[in-house]
């Protein structure tokens, strides 16, 4: 099992261009989430997929942030017109049955 | 809305004492407790999950009970290790939610 895979783990991006993030979940699990860490407000949800289906979107800001899950195997958070601000660890979650999460390593992502 | 209060934000320890992280909660939901701890770039492990009140669980050397009356899930250990050295994370996620709503952290740092 390689658990949940993420990649880049490091992405440097300049303010304004578009980053994608990209979640492989562990293989079965019929949930994802991503969340976002950073050192000032610790860590947030943003979104999650059960079966692919969208369900909860209610910690994405409200432009520039996207997500989607096009298959069981992969899921991508984009955000458009990259701002300092969004700089962070990007982390994806994977469950099987909602009562447990496990989290990939992340993508730091850098806007300068 | 739900939320979860950790107090301490850096716990600093010499090895072999015991320590006692603090963790209280709010919601209207029936609540489902967790302990994850990060380490230096690593991605969050689940420590600890509990939903029944007043029932120990240990994992680890790690314990904490699920106190409703006082909406609180300390974690506690007896004896610290180097090795235990990390952030430690309590969250919540309300009955039929899937996210996970997280306390701001607490950084425990073991000195020999």
């Known amino acids: 099992n390689a658990g949940v895979i993420q990649t880049p783990r490091h992405k440097v991006t300049g303010k304004g261009q578009e980053a994608t993030l990209w979640c492989e979940p562990i293989s079965g699990h019929s949930a994802v989430f991503w969340y976002r860490q950073t050192i000032v407000q610790g860590l947030e949800f943003l979104t999650y997929?059960?079966?692919?289906?969208?369900?909860?979107d209610s910690g994405m800001p409200k432009e520039r942030f996207s997500a989607q899950m096009p298959n069981q195997s992969h899921s991508t958070l984009k955000i458009q017109s990259t701002q300092p601000q969004d700089s962070a660890v990007y982390l994806c979650a994977s469950s099987l049955d909602e009562s447990e999460q496990y989290f990939g390593p992340g993508t730091r992502l850098t806007v300068l | 809305g739900d939320s979860v209060t950790q107090t301490e934000g850096l716990v600093t320890l010499t090895k072999g004492l015991p320590v006692m992280l603090n963790c209280t909660y709010q919601?209207?939901?029936?609540?489902?407790l967790f302990w994850y701890v990060q380490h230096l770039n690593e991605a969050p492990k689940l420590l600890l999950k509990?939903?029944?009140?007043?029932k120990r669980t240990e994992h680890q050397g790690f314990y904490a009970t699920l106190h409703k009356s006082s909406s609180s899930f300390h974690l506690q250990k007896s004896s610290v290790q180097l090795s235990d050295s990390a952030l430690y994370f309590c969250?919540?996620?309300?009955?039929?939610?899937?996210?996970?709503?997280f306390g701001q952290g607490t950084k425990l740092s073991i000195k020999p």
């Open positions: 919601t209207t939901y029936s609540p489902f």
């Open positions: 969250a919540l996620k309300g009955y039929n939610q899937g996210k996970l709503i």
């Open positions: 997929f059960r079966n692919q289906a969208p369900i909860d």
């Open positions: 509990s939903s029944t009140d007043n």
